[in-house]
């Protein structure tokens, strides 16, 4: 089945190309079903390739997903053309009488200030506060995994030595989650950031499971009790040349990145990486839609005022 996004969003063609079932909004009215309505709260700077990741994702299931965009009103995005984010994107004032199936809060190149300091952190707050009454499940993104797991369960981040950049191993804990089903007892997942979370902290909050871990990323993926909240401390979502990008970014600024582990091969960054990590991706994101989403969400969305949170 497909997911339904706006008329003229640049990905249409992306995913077309890739064979990816999208249907635009012309052709989804003519459809007498309810499609999931999932909001994506996009951080990222550069909010078209982010987008494109994400719906690639959203495509590949058997549910019609309704998809729209929001961002930060409190934040200047900088590297999207603001046409793109007039037409396509809107502010949480326009929807926050609504109510969504999932919500997906993206990850954001901010970790390394204090989440006090990010200019949008206030609204963010607010929209996570919002999101507990009227959003069903909530997946959240590296650094917006952090920042949720900091508001929602005061879980700290702490900082690293040294930047996290790779391609890293992952072990499945709760082999037996929904989440992790269809996953190999090994799989492998992008990650790219300067902080983590202790895994003591996760133990010692009675809310919260651990689902995978890994040797070198530590804890990377956890889920609320309630599997209302899901956080994913890598990036599932990231393209083929995604980490190629970011570092040769931060080599023309100067900044002397170590080469991303497990990526290029043969370490060489003149080598094509090969793209080791789509299904396991593909799998946890029709995981969350399927298990945790359109198998649980009220057909009244307006209902989820009522549950318990």
Partial sequence: MPIKIQDGLPATKILEAENIFVMTSQRAVSQDIRPLKIIILN??????????????????????????LLQMESHISKNTPTEH???????????ENNFYD?????????????????DYWEELCKIMEWSKSHIYSTLHICWGAQAALYYHY??????????????????????????????????????????????????????LNILATSRVAGVSIVASKDNRQFFILGHAEYDRNT??????RDVHKGLKPAVPQNYFPGEDPAALPPLTWRSHATILFTNWLNYFVYQNTPYELNNLANLEN
Wanted: aromatic share 10%; hydrophobic share 40%; proline share 4%.
């Fill in 102 to 118: 999932g919500m997906i809060i993206t990850g954001a190149p901010v970790e390394q200030l204090e989440y006090e300091n990010v």
């Fill in 85 to 95: 984010l007039t037409i396509f994107y809107k502010v949480f004032k326009e929807i």
């Fill in 154 to 207: 005061g879980i700290k981040k702490y900082r690293l030595d040294e930047k996290l950049s790779g391609i890293f191993r992952h072990r499945i804990i709760d082999i037996y989650h929904p989440l992790m089903r269809g996953l190999d007892d090994r799989f492998l997942m992008p990650h790219s950031r300067y902080t983590g979370i202790h895994r003591a902290d996760i133990l010692a909050c009675d809310k």
């Fill in 43 to 68: 951080l990222m700077p550069t909010k078209i390739e982010t987008e494109t990741q994400l719906l690639r994702l959203l495509g590949n299931s058997p549910i019609q997903v309704d998809i729209e």
């Fill in 243 to 248: 980490l190629a990008i970011e570092y040769f």
